[in-house]
């Protein structure tokens, strides 16, 4: 590169590194922040918490009900993050045009309607179709969106923020299996979903008013179109979508098949369903202190950590028989396991160019949650094959090492450029 280069791309980082002071400065004393994180915690507790894992404790319930393997039961699943994949693609690009506002009430009232109708449903193809209905304009309109609406309205910090935003979605992933074990139990498969589509649209639609876009000086739109690192938005659009295919192969099978692995050992939907809520609620701390992490050492650097925590444990789930082992052994995952997608995050928002953020975080997450639809329907597929979960988690630690070694080849990509100390 020329001196001249050399200069014109040191004013651009200093241009935008004015800019972000000046968003940081606009936002960091702002108490509204937390409001806006409280917000988005909650709606994407419930929602995603029913999207993405929810459907766990209906495995059992719906294969002895309507006498359906389970490998087209973990579909319903599957159509749902297959729903929320093209939904992410879509909507960060309708965000960035028409606002968050929008684009978050259809994705809360998506939700609830098609879980509702859901309950209804008599063919598996229905339930395909709502699910898949329920992810596109449901999970596809929150997820991206509030993200980076988070990360916009903590420009110091964000990593944290994103870490206690993605520790409100784990309790849900936790809370609304383990809720629903119980409600189905009470009232049936039929009325319990029924009873989560209520819920969700009473409880979030009046939160849904008190969402804002963050202040945002206008001329950070015309600087900010550029990566920190200098190379193509595109490039590391593209670059990390790759990896969380595989990242959330791996990631999908405890949280789809966990439950169905504990009840094939004698025991109950409550004690299966109290050990993934343990391990989601140990998630929670991690998820907290992996962002805390992702500040301190570098958001890539943190998400290979955590993956590598992911990778070297899944595979043990199959070595347990005791409910006790089990609690232990999900407690000890889910910590690192946790980290995953709060580091994720945190590194799509640090090395994306700030004007691209919602519709790279879109792309992004639409292949995290085709990766999470393959891991679970594996699970369902090998288990059918075989009768037990040895290859649907041997699989999921295989997919687990090409993760690392995408992510690694970034990492060391991304070092040898200017302006990533936070990367």
């Not at 299996?177 to 029924?194: H, V, Y």
């Not at 979030?204 to 950070?220: C, N, S």
């Not at 630690?397 to 060391?412: H, P």
């Amino acid at each position: 590169m020329t001196a001249q280069g050399q200069g014109i791309g040191a004013s651009r980082v200093l241009q935008q590194g004015w800019t972000m002071q000046r968003v940081a400065e606009q936002t960091k004393d702002n108490p509204y922040r937390w409001v806006i994180l409280i917000v988005a915690a909650v709606i994407l507790a419930l929602t995603m918490g029913q999207l993405v894992n929810g459907l766990s404790v209906y495995v059992v319930p719906l294969e002895q009900a309507e006498g359906w393997r389970r490998g087209d039961i973990s579909l319903i699943n599957t159509s749902g993050l297959i729903g929320i994949a093209f939904g992410s693609l879509i909507m960060g690009f309708a965000t960035e045009k028409y606002g968050v506002r929008p684009v978050t009430l259809l994705g809360i009232t998506s939700a609830g309607l098609a879980t509702l109708a859901a309950s209804r449903a008599t063919e598996l193809w229905q339930l395909y179709a709502l699910f898949f209905m329920a992810g596109a304009f449901g999970g596809g309109a929150l997820s991206a969106p509030l993200t980076a609406l988070v990360g916009n309205w903590f420009s110091r910090g964000a990593g944290l923020a994103i870490g206690l935003l993605s520790a409100g979605q784990a309790l849900g992933q936790g809370g609304v299996p383990f809720g629903g074990a119980f409600l189905i139990d009470a009232m049936g498969w039929r009325n319990a979903m029924a009873f989560q589509g209520l819920v969700t649209l009473v409880a979030l639609l009046p939160l849904w008013l008190l969402l804002r876009q963050a202040p945002i000086p206008p001329e950070q739109e015309a600087l900010s179109n550029e990566t920190p690192s200098g190379l193509p938005n595109t490039l590391i659009t593209a670059w990390l979508s790759i990896a969380v295919i595989f990242c959330c192969t791996c990631m999908a099978v405890p949280l789809m098949h966990l439950m169905p692995l504990i009840q094939g050992q004698g025991f109950g939907a409550p004690e299966a369903g109290s050990v993934l809520f343990t391990m989601l609620l140990v998630a929670i701390a991690g998820r907290i202190a992996f962002g805390k992490i992702a500040d301190t050492i570098g958001a890539i650097p943190s998400y290979l950590l955590a993956s590598a925590w992911q990778t070297v444990m899944v595979f043990g789930f199959v070595f347990l028989d005791r409910l006790g082992g089990f609690y232990i052994y999900a407690a000890i995952y889910g910590f690192g396991y946790a980290g995953v997608m709060t580091t994720l995050l945190v590194t799509a928002r640090n090395v994306t160019a700030p004007a691209r953020r919602t519709s790279s975080m879109g792309v992004i997450l639409a292949f995290a949650f085709l990766g999470h639809g393959l891991g679970g329907w594996q699970g369902g597929l090998f288990f059918d094959l075989t009768g037990n979960y040895t290859w649907p988690f041997a699989n999921a630690a295989l997919a687990g090492i090409v993760n690392l070694a995408i992510v690694s080849a970034l990492w060391i990509t991304v070092k040898r450029k200017p302006g990533l100390a936070t990367a």
